[in-house]
Nanobody, 126 residues
Framework: QVQLVESGGGLVQAGGSLSLSCAAS????????VGWFRQAPGKGREFVAA???????YTADSVRGRFTISRDGAKNTVYLQMDSLKPEDTAVYYC????????????????????WGRGTQVTVSS
C-alpha cells in the first residue's frame, strides 16, 4: 500500500558525505516508522537508523554521531545524512516502513517492516 524508492547512493571517498532519500507514495509516512538498513556482500541486513511515527530517532552504535535520520512530512520523504564515511559503510542501503508496534525495539527487526525499497548502492573508497 505504501511504496518506497531510495536515491542518492554513489561513490564517495573516505571522510566524505552522502545524503540518501527515501520517497514514499501511496500513503503518507506520518503514520509509519521508517528505518534504514544496509547489506554488504555476504552479510545479513544490518540496522542503521530509524525514525518513529512519533519522531523518536534511533541509530546503530556503528554510525552514531556520523549519520542523521530525519523526515520531511510535506515531501513524504525520509532522509539519511551520512558524514565521515568509512570504507566499512560500503553496502546497499534500504529504507523500510513499519506500522505501529508494541515492541520497544521494533526498529531493530526486519520483520516489523511491511514495505521495502529496492535499495541504493553506497561505495566508500579508501
Amino acid at each position: 500500500q505504501v511504496q518506497l524508492v531510495e536515491s542518492g547512493g554513489g561513490l564517495v571517498q573516505a571522510g566524505g558525505s552522502l545524503s540518501l532519500s527515501c520517497a514514499a507514495s501511496g500513503r503518507t509516512l506520518s503514520g509509519y516508522g521508517v528505518g534504514w538498513f544496509r547489506q554488504a556482500p555476504g552479510k545479513g541486513r544490518e540496522f542503521v537508523a530509524a525514525i518513529s511515527w512519533g519522531d523518536s530517532v534511533y541509530t546503530a552504535d556503528s554510525v552514531r554521531g556520523r549519520f542523521t535520520i530525519s523526515r520531511d512530512g510535506a515531501k513524504n520523504t525520509v532522509y539519511l545524512q551520512m558524514d565521515s564515511l568509512k570504507p566499512e559503510d560500503t553496502a546497499v542501503y534500504y529504507c523500510a516502513a513499519a506500522g505501529r508496534s508494541s515492541e520497544s525495539a521494533w526498529y531493530l527487526s526486519i520483520y516489523e517492516y511491511e514495505a521495502w525499497g529496492r535499495g541504493t548502492q553506497v561505495t566508500v573508497s579508501s
